[in-house]
């Protein structure tokens, strides 16, 4: 078979623009060589329809051995009883526990997408709005931080089925406790969607959701550094409170809910090699050297941050607690797409975003938002958060200067120079 080269130069050439960029998507990470190796290995010739011992193919008895490994480590990781590792990303793992949880049309409530919530918490573009009737609660205009006094003054009014904590551009920790609270003051489930701060609660650097929330839902590709995927945990399993049966008349558990949700509910065939790469991410989760590596992603997120300040950039909340910031950047008379776009000439990577109470659509918006685990993977320590902050700041204040853009692209090229990514590939 002919190689096709078409593709494998094009593959190359995104792995240079990997390593001689700066990389602040703050969902954005890089994985470990051996969990791209094990991406591109043969489970991804397998089909296994089921769970490991409960498989629809014969064959699958590596299989099995592989995906209870990946279980059984992300279990040790959050102190989980139950984990599944099947959602091929965060929103399949999101559509399975609302189709767990949930009867169309049943009211669910979450952070507005517009204060940094995400689209599968409610948005009227995605399932999660479309099908169940969404209402939201929203961050205070002077502090930027969660108002759980609305949170709880709705929920008390609506009676939503389901609250959901977490959000894609909220940059402090949650009050799981107060949420759980409210909650149970109206009978309803709480689910955490912890895709952007998992790594950081995975060692105890931020509350745990598990003590508070019914169940627990991430994807393995942002901090916790692992393959594109989602997973969904539960630390005390319980009854449904639907009334399930199975044929027996025996009450079934959520667990049993949530796995028939992802399959046969929401997916066919699990991706085993990615689950492959799961584990081996898992495991390095469980390692020291993944210890420092949390620790040093808020150190350097805060210095950013400080180094922000300095420079007059407004944050959201004046801060972080954990991985990323949110800045608004109408006091710098600038868009969101404009500073996106003007970066990415300079190579410096990061997105647009909708700040709180914007006045831009959703395609403008008056903010960006920026992460550092990307960079902290590379072996960037705090003082190197100040030159970086210096280049886009250089960037910023000059979005129309040609030459002053194309000297930061070379200053970019020559500083990421300290930091290989992945010697000898390519």
Known sequence: MQKDTQIFDLINKELQRQRNGIELIASENF??????????????????????????????????EIETIAINRLKQIFNASWANVQPHSGAQANTAVFLACLKPGDKILGLNLSMGGHLTHGSPANFSGKNYQALFYGVKKDTGTVDYDQLEATALAEKPKLIICGASAYSRDWDYKRIREVADKIGALVLADIAHPAGLIAK????????????????????????????????????????????????????ALLDLAVFPGVQGGPLEHIIAAKAVSFGEILTDD?????????????????????????????????????????NKNLTGKKAQE??????????????????????????????????????????????????????????????????VQEQVHRFMQQFPLYPGLG
Request: net charge neutral; aromatic share 6%.
């Open 290 to 330: 993944y210890t420092a590596y949390a620790k040093k992603v808020i150190s350097n997120a805060q210095a950013m941050a400080t180094a922000f300040v300095k420079r007059g950039y407004d944050l959201i909340s004046n801060g972080t607690d954990n991985h990323l910031m949110l800045i608004d950047l109408r």
């Open 204 to 255: 105890g650097l931020l509350n745990d959701p598990f003590e508070h929330c019914h169940i627990v839902s991430s994807t393995t590709h942002k901090t916790l550094r692992g393959p594109r995927g989602g997973i969904i945990m539960l630390r005390h399993d319980f009854d449904n409170p639907f009334g399930v049966k199975d044929p027996k008349g025996n009450i079934r558990p959520m667990s």
């Open 342 to 407: 003007t970066l990415d000439k300079a190579h410096i990577t990061l997105n647009k975003n909708a700040v709180p109470f914007d006045d831009k659509s959703p395609f403008v918006t008056s903010g960006i938002r920026v992460g550092v685990p990307a960079v902290t993977t590379r072996g960037m320590q705090e003082e190197h958060m100040e030159p970086i902050v210096e280049m886009i700041d250089t960037v910023l204040t000059n979005t129309e200067n040609v030459k002053q853009i194309e000297a």
């Open 31 to 64: 994985t470990s060589l051996q969990v791209m190796e094990a991406m591109g290995t043969v489970p991804t010739n397998k089909y296994a329809e089921g769970y490991p011992g409960k498989r629809f193919y014969g064959g699958c008895e590596v299989i099995d």
